[in-house]
């Protein structure tokens, strides 16, 4: 059986006739088989022109998840709701068959990760979460200590402003505005030593200041990028101190080559975004 179809005590969820029926079906079907096509076209870092060739794919999901995202959502919700009235303690029941899962199907496998890779910065914040983190229980304890309460509303103000956002670019068309910009820019930046698309430096940035001389960003792609900004020094305001105090705490459980590593990308990206800035 597929590992959703298995059972052990507790509620019980039918994937198929939720999420592949209905308003889901096309979402899930068309999402898995872009996902499975994916795996095999991106098999290292992708070029330009991998990317502008792939957009019409980005914008066709796009479009349909425009169309069908909401009522599949409310197809889900509809599907918890049931699950809840039949069973008062359905959410625990869940967390614990997926506990059960995890420990039966996975846990050796993140282990065995985690130890093979000690030293390096995923295998030392794999360890430092698991050595956390033994049980669901485990979670739900850090969860209540660190959450409060104007964190629990903030999280969800921002979830109707992420709701608010999707809305509005689906009505104002904005799949197939920025599809047009990301196909016309991709095309642009692939040549001569300009390929990767992790590269933004040297003549990737030449050329992507030409390409800028004579186009700009489509107006609802850049009033997202603005209202992500404000969200962005919003955390910063009001939860940098603790972003601080928690980055500190994971920096002293890693290690010195882990340290370095992360230091070492850290300066990476700060290069490739001082020359897209």
């Not at 909401?70 to 008062?88: E, H, M, S, T, Y």
């Not at 404000?230 to 910063?236: I, N, P, S």
């Amino acid at each position: 059986k597929h590992w959703y179809q298995r059972r052990v005590r507790g509620p019980s969820f039918d994937f198929e006739s939720v999420l592949l029926s209905g308003e889901c079906r096309a979402l899930v079907r068309q999402g898995a088989c872009y996902g499975i096509r994916a795996s095999t076209y991106y098999t290292d870092v992708p070029t330009y022109a991998q990317l502008a060739a792939d957009v019409p794919n980005f914008a066709a999901l796009g479009n349909l998840a425009c169309k069908k995202a909401a009522g599949c959502f409310d197809q889900l919700r509809a599907a918890f709701d049931g699950c809840v009235a039949g069973n008062a303690n359905f959410v625990r029941d869940a967390v614990a068959r997926a506990e059960f899962l995890y420990n039966q199907d996975l846990a050796s496998i993140v282990n065995d990760f985690a130890d093979q890779n000690s030293g390096s910065l995923v295998g030392d914040l794999l360890g430092m979460a698991l050595n956390q983190f033994s049980s669901a229980q485990d979670i739900e304890e850090f969860l209540n200590m660190h959450i409060t309460e104007g964190i629990s509303a903030d999280a969800a103000a921002a979830a109707e402003e992420a709701l608010a956002i999707a809305r509005e670019w689906c009505a104002s068309g904005c799949t197939d505005k920025s599809a047009k910009f990301l196909a016309g820019i991709f095309s642009h930046m692939q040549g001569g030593s300009c390929s990767l698309a992790n590269e933004f430096c040297g003549e990737c940035a030449d050329r992507a200041d030409s390409w800028f001389t004579n186009n700009q960003l489509p107006c609802c792609v850049e009033s997202v990028i603005q209202k992500g900004i404000e969200a962005y020094d919003y955390v910063l305001e009001n939860y940098g101190e603790a972003i601080s105090d928690a980055a500190a705490a994971v920096e002293a459980g890693l290690s010195e080559t882990a340290i370095a590593e992360a230091q070492a990308i850290g300066a990476r990206l700060e290069n490739e975004f001082n020359c897209v800035a």
